[in-house]
């Protein structure tokens, strides 16, 4: 059980998740999965985020990141990704999109829907039927936490950990997934769903309307991190929402 484990800022761990391309094999062959976590391994130095779980499948992945700067995932994913599109379509005599989309993130919110999600993440595998039991595969971050560390830090895991009143077993002692996670599979209106996000915004942060935010250099700054960050929307379609020019998007997003 955690130690008094605080209720705040669970929302800087992030569950982060990327497919192939039309739901392609893009990890069909032990190699490639190698190959990806090579790429991963070497983009996380120097990064200010921590990888808490992952699981690499055949079509897709998992990773619950820990960070208090979500540029730093945007960054780490295009870096990744495009490295791996490069060698992927290389190796197969292909080109175009190895990725579908850039990747998917949700927020994590609460102690029970962490435990939940790396549970989640280390069971995918079983649920697939490609083995019996979470130990039993080699791709995932489930057997470095008893073993070798080879994406993951657990020195630097155990710290953030303690900083929540977490303890490491606690990952061991929840076999229970009380949430539902997001899947590729999951449709719905991008644009009606772009509006409601502005609308809740505005309202939160007392917005009469889009000038006022516009003018507001701090609050632009912040939807625009949001819709991409956490909802995945291109720097086009946040551009074409807010009537304002893709550039400028561009330069909101990467401006220290």
Same mark, same amino acid.
């Given at each position: 059980?955690?130690?008094?484990?605080?209720?705040?800022?669970?929302?800087?761990?992030?569950?982060?998740?990327?497919?192939?391309?039309?739901?392609?094999?893009?990890?069909?062959?032990?190699?490639?999965?190698? +190959?990806?976590?090579?790429?991963?391994?070497?983009?996380?130095?120097?990064?200010?985020?921590?990888?808490?779980?992952?699981?690499?499948?055949?079509?897709?992945?998992?990773?619950?990141?820990?960070?208090?700067?979500?540029?730093?995932?945007?960054?780490?994913?295009?870096?990744?990704?495009?490295?791996?599109?490069?060698?992927?379509?290389?190796?197969?005599?292909?080109?175009?999109? +190895?990725?579908?989309?850039?990747?998917?993130?949700?927020?994590?919110?609460?102690?029970?829907?962490?435990?939940?999600?790396?549970?989640?993440?280390?069971?995918?595998?079983?649920?697939?039927?490609?083995?019996?039991? /979470? /130990?039993?595969?080699?791709?995932?971050?489930?057997?470095?936490?008893?073993?070798? $560390?080879?994406?993951?830090?657990?020195?630097?895991?155990?710290?953030?950990?303690?900083?929540?009143?977490?303890?490491?077993?606690?990952?061991?002692?929840?076999?229970?997934?009380?949430?539902?996670?997001?899947?590729? $599979?999951?449709?719905?209106?991008?644009?009606?769903?772009?509006?409601?996000?502005?609308?809740?915004?505005?309202?939160?942060?007392?917005?009469?309307?889009?000038?006022?935010?516009?003018?507001? /250099?701090?609050?632009?700054?912040?939807?625009?991190?949001?819709?991409?960050?956490?909802?995945?929307?291109?720097?086009?379609?946040?551009? =074409?929402?807010?009537?304002?020019?893709?550039?400028?998007?561009?330069?909101?997003?990467? =401006?220290?």
């Amino acid at each position: 059980m955690p130690r008094n484990a605080r209720k705040d800022n669970y929302s800087q761990f992030l569950h982060v998740m990327v497919q192939g391309i039309n739901k392609e094999y893009i990890f069909a062959e032990e190699i490639e999965i190698k +190959v990806y976590l090579k790429y991963l391994k070497e983009n996380l130095e120097n990064r200010k985020l921590e990888i808490i779980a992952y699981c690499i499948m055949n079509n897709h992945a998992h990773f619950l990141i820990y960070t208090q700067d979500i540029m730093e995932i945007s960054k780490l994913m295009s870096k990744l990704n495009t490295k791996y599109a490069i060698y992927y379509n290389k190796k197969h005599n292909r080109c175009g999109y +190895v990725f579908r989309n850039r990747y998917k993130s949700e927020e994590i919110l609460t102690y029970e829907h962490l435990m939940s999600c790396i549970n989640y993440i280390h069971n995918n595998p079983v649920k697939a039927k490609m083995c019996k039991n /979470k /130990k039993d595969y080699k791709f995932s971050s489930y057997n470095e936490y008893k073993g070798k $560390n080879i994406i993951i830090n657990i020195k630097s895991i155990k710290k953030i950990f303690d900083s929540y009143g977490i303890f490491i077993d606690d990952i061991f002692s929840h076999e229970y997934e009380l949430y539902q996670f997001m899947e590729y $599979n999951q449709s719905y209106d991008r644009e009606s769903k772009k509006q409601e996000i502005f609308n809740d915004f505005c309202k939160k942060n007392n917005i009469i309307d889009i000038k006022e935010l516009i003018d507001n /250099k701090q609050k632009l700054k912040k939807l625009s991190t949001i819709m991409y960050i956490e909802y995945n929307y291109t720097q086009k379609e946040i551009a =074409e929402l807010l009537g304002i020019n893709r550039l400028r998007v561009h330069r909101i997003l990467h =401006e220290l």
